[in-house]
C-alpha cells in the first residue's frame, strides 16, 4: 500500500523560501506521475507542480518561475522549492500520487503559512 508524507511546512515571512518534502513509502507500482497541489481557505484545490516518472516537469502559472519540483527517486521523495512567497501562498499543501486506474493516493497535507 501506497503512503505519501508531507514535511517542511510552516511559517515564513513574505519573501521567504521553503522546500517541503513529500517521502513515498509503499509500492510505487502504477505511479506515472507525482505532484504537488495546495488549498487555500474557502478555495478549491489546485494543481502547483508535477513530475513524471521520465522526469518531465509541469507548473501552474501561479508557480511558474518561483516554484521547483523535484525528485529523488533512489529516497522515493519528491521535493518543492518555493521561493519568494507572498501571503497568497498561505494553504495546505498536499502531495499526490497519480496511478490511473489504481486511483490517486493523496498525503494528509503540510501547512504553509506565509505572513509577517
Known amino acids: ?14 519573501g521567504g523560501s521553503l522546500t517541503l518534502s513529500c517521502a513515498a513509502s509503499g509500492s510505487m507500482r ?9 488549498q487555500a481557505p474557502g478555495k478549491q484545490r489546485e ?10 516537469t509541469n507548473y501552474a502559472d501561479s508557480a ?13 521523495t519528491v521535493y518543492l522549492q518555493m521561493t519568494t ?3 497568497e501562498d498561505t494553504a495546505v499543501y498536499y502531495c499526490n500520487a497519480a ?18
Open 30 to 38: 502504477g505511479v506515472y506521475r507525482m505532484g504537488w497541489y495546495r
Open 85 to 87: 512567497l507572498t501571503p
Open 64 to 76: 511558474k518561475g518561483r516554484f521547483t519540483i523535484s525528485r529523488n527517486s533512489a529516497k522515493n
Open 1 to 14: 500500500q501506497l503512503q505519501l508524507v508531507e514535511s517542511g511546512g510552516g511559517l515564513v515571512q513574505p
Open 99 to 116: 496511478r490511473g486506474m489504481l486511483g490517486d493516493v493523496w498525503g494528509q497535507g503540510t501547512q504553509v503559512t506565509v505572513s509577517s
Open 47 to 56: 494543481s502547483l507542480a508535477t513530475i513524471t516518472d521520465r522526469g518531465t
